[in-house]
């Protein structure tokens, strides 16, 4: 398995995304509460002014993690080689510890603005790790591949996690472990959360996100990013932390923002979930490597 980049991120460690609406909030925090932040790049690469010296202020105090939101490592539109090279000189500027993108396509002969379902193929397996390398050949380092929500599985011919898995050994890359989306895909697609997540190179796992979504109905999730998370989600993270050991993890919040009081809550409750499986080692070692 290739080398993850150099990680300045604590294994067990909680972040938050910094979101413009949001810049306010996070420079008046002490530096204790949070131990990273993430940022799309895309949304940060061309500005200047004030922002970028408000950005600059905050790149200082915390790590600064990149989860990308049009690379379209899926899509058939010639890979965008110009955003991977900026993404590439973002990382050096900022000595960003990882970088990560969605599993998706999001682009044909323009940008979709969303999220688009692969199929889970083995062509498509071959197709997505050929680019896959491609993006990690020009950063010098590997990426991470975040399982994605989705709500339709167009050609499906193997599993998800049986994709994944095999996306992330053709490609030698890194996975970012979104456990809300498990929770949401093992709903609306009715699969045991468990065994899917039993199912990928748990080995390759080095970052995850949490985050709240919405109840269409009781057979329907829509992820959102927009509201709390809830308790079989916070579950769900104590299931994975067991096979994982305490993976430094994101609180991601996109929109809906309450008082950053109650954000800080959620990321001090990621640090419990954290601690309370350090206590235990052993045990999380013994159920990865099983």
């Known amino acids: 398995m290739r080398q993850l980049m150099p990680n300045s991120l604590k294994p067990a460690s909680a972040g938050l995304g910094l979101r413009r609406a949001l810049m306010g909030a996070f420079q008046s925090l002490s530096g204790d509460e949070l131990d990273f932040v ?108 975040e399982n994605a929500s989705y709500y339709a599985a167009p050609g499906q011919q193997m599993s998800e996690s049986d994709f994944i898995a095999a996306v992330a050994r053709e490609s030698d890359c890194g996975l970012l472990l979104d456990v809300n989306n498990v929770y949401v895909n093992s709903i609306n697609h009715r699969y045991d959360p468990l065994g899917f997540i039993d199912g990928l190179p748990l080995e390759r796992v080095s970052y995850l996100h949490i985050a709240g979504h919405y109840e269409e109905a009781e057979d329907l999730r829509v992820d959102t990013h927009g509201s709390d998370v809830i308790d079989p989600v916070w579950t769900l993270l104590d299931e994975v932390y067991q096979r994982c050991g305490p993976v430094p993890t994101l609180l991601e919040r996109d929109f809906n923002f309450p008082p950053m009081s109650e954000l800080l809550a959620e990321v001090a409750q990621i640090r419990v979930a954290q601690a309370r499986v350090a206590s235990a080692p052993t045990r999380a070692k013994q159920v990865r490597a099983g």
């Open 38 to 145: 993430e940022v799309a790049p895309e949304n940060w690469l061309k500005l200047g002014g004030r922002f970028r010296r408000d950005f600059d202020e905050i790149a200082e105090r915390y790590p600064v993690t990149l989860h990308g939101l049009s690379l379209n490592i899926g899509g058939f539109a010639p890979l965008d080689t110009d955003l991977v090279t900026a993404v590439r000189d973002f990382i050096d500027r900022y000595q960003c510890p990882l970088y990560s993108e969605h599993l998706t396509y999001c682009g044909d002969e323009g940008h979709l603005y969303d999220l688009m379902p692969i199929p889970f193929t083995e062509e498509a397996v071959r197709h997505v790790a050929e680019r896959v390398k491609q993006v990690q050949d020009i950063l010098g380092r590997p990426m991470l591949l």
